[in-house]
């Protein structure tokens, strides 16, 4: 997937003795090279579609994600920033830890690197089936956020042009518009990807799946 070209990765380097856990960078300061910060500071109606998370990627392949074992240390303790395997990392800012200025704590080797992104998954209502609006709404609303946080480079802010909803076996979706049932199966990968249609979201049909996707990603590519 393609990371937002907005929030451009930011390559973080590592110092102090390999294989030993050592200070890396603050809490505030990885919110602010992510703009996690803006986006939390929006209301609340404006980014309810939307679910953001944090991606790390080492520069060094042999390193996985999981080895940058990242743990805020802050007036309360140490807590965990538990990072996925595919690099991901979900959070909402603790305002606490920033005023304090919380450092971030790490083990990654001596002088490896990781770049740091952004990324944005739709939040669909529950179930299987949905009004086609609901389901394609965190498209402009993702838009509109990215807008805000860019401020000044608004106009070279990327936007998100297709919906990915990914299953975790082969599936289908149908789109029960008025003039034609739309059918669509999901690829080699098990993804459907679907680009808003302005039409639809008029009309505001009924979508279906035949099963629930693990997660809906929002991207900035079309298909």
Not at 105 to 131: C, D, H, R, Y
Not at 172 to 194: C, F, M, P
């Amino acid at each position: 997937m393609k990371k937002l070209a907005l929030l451009a990765l930011l390559p973080l380097s590592f110092s102090a003795m390999a294989a030993e856990e050592r200070e890396w960078i603050s809490y505030k300061k990885l919110l602010e090279a992510t703009h996690f910060d803006k986006f939390y500071a929006l209301p609340a109606a404006e980014r309810d579609k939307v679910a953001v998370y944090i991606t790390f990627a080492p520069s060094n392949k042999a390193i996985k994600p999981t080895d940058m074992a990242l743990t805020v240390v802050h007036s309360g303790g140490r807590t965990a920033l538990p990072v996925t395997a595919d690099g991901r990392l979900t959070m909402v800012p603790v305002a606490k830890w920033v005023s304090e200025d919380a450092r971030i704590w790490t083990q990654m080797p001596k002088g490896e690197k990781a770049a740091i992104g952004f990324g944005m998954n739709a939040v669909l209502p529950e179930g299987q089936q949905w009004s086609y609006a609901s389901a394609m709404g965190g498209v402009p609303q993702a838009n509109a956020a990215i807008k805000q946080v860019a401020g000044a480079l608004s106009l070279f802010a990327p936007s998100i042009k297709s919906l990915v909803f990914k299953f975790a076996k082969p599936a289908q979706l149908t789109i029960q518009a008025h003039n034609g049932v739309k059918q669509y199966s999901s690829d080699a990968r098990n993804e459907i990807w679907l680009k808003p249609d302005d039409a639809l979201i008029k009309e505001n049909p009924l979508m279906v799946l035949s099963e629930r996707p693990r997660e809906v990603e929002l991207e900035t590519d079309s298909k």
